[in-house]
């Protein structure tokens, strides 16, 4: 029994839920029909985007919580760390990179998690052309995806703790928003 506290906790749920967000992330459906660049900075956006509906849905929902999603925020973190080093940048311009990275990460939080908590389409559409259509600016890509954004923060509200905890997430298609009109 005493051997026991000293094991390390499973991180498997987290690890779950840190895959289900970012295999939604990488729909092909974003970098073909929202026009999403499909790059490093498209990827990692569109993976911000999908956490940071993610984390909103499950703020204040009590310390227990508060720790799981800590946990997936680090996962994330460590996955772009991994990925950098994979990418080749040197050990010592690694973590300069992923503290950008985090930096970026609560500008975006900020600035989508308003838009989403004020019902604001268009703020959310500036916020995305801001961060995700930096060299090529897409109106209506913007929008749809905008539309999607809202959508998928409406649908995560009515989802469960539980199921949220347990990656029993359910995302909107995003095929269904690729020929909204705007």
């Known amino acids: 029994m005493l051997f026991g506290l000293f094991r390390r906790r499973s991180r498997d749920a987290e690890h779950r839920v840190y895959s289900e967000i970012v295999a939604q992330a990488r729909q092909p459906v974003f970098y073909t029909d929202f026009l999403v660049p499909d790059t490093i900075d498209g990827r990692f956006d569109l993976i911000v985007a999908h956490a940071v509906l993610y984390f909103r849905r499950m703020r204040s929902e009590g310390k227990t919580v508060s ?70 600016p897409e ?35 995003p095929e269904t928003f690729k020929a909204l009109p705007v």
């Open 67 to 136: 720790d799981f999603t800590q946990t997936v925020f680090d996962l994330f973190f460590q996955d772009m760390d991994a990925s950098l080093r994979e990418m080749g940048v040197s050990d010592t311009r690694v973590p300069k990179k992923v503290r950008v990275m985090g930096e970026a990460f609560y500008g975006r939080a900020d600035a989508y998690i308003t838009a989403i908590d004020g019902g604001d389409i268009q703020a959310l559409a500036e916020a995305l052309e801001r961060n995700i259509f930096t060299d090529n």
């Open 139 to 173: 109106p209506v890509a913007q929008m749809r995806l905008a539309h999607y954004i809202l959508q998928a923060a409406s649908g995560l509200e009515a989802q469960t703790v539980a199921d949220l905890m347990s990656a029993k997430i359910v995302w909107p298609d």
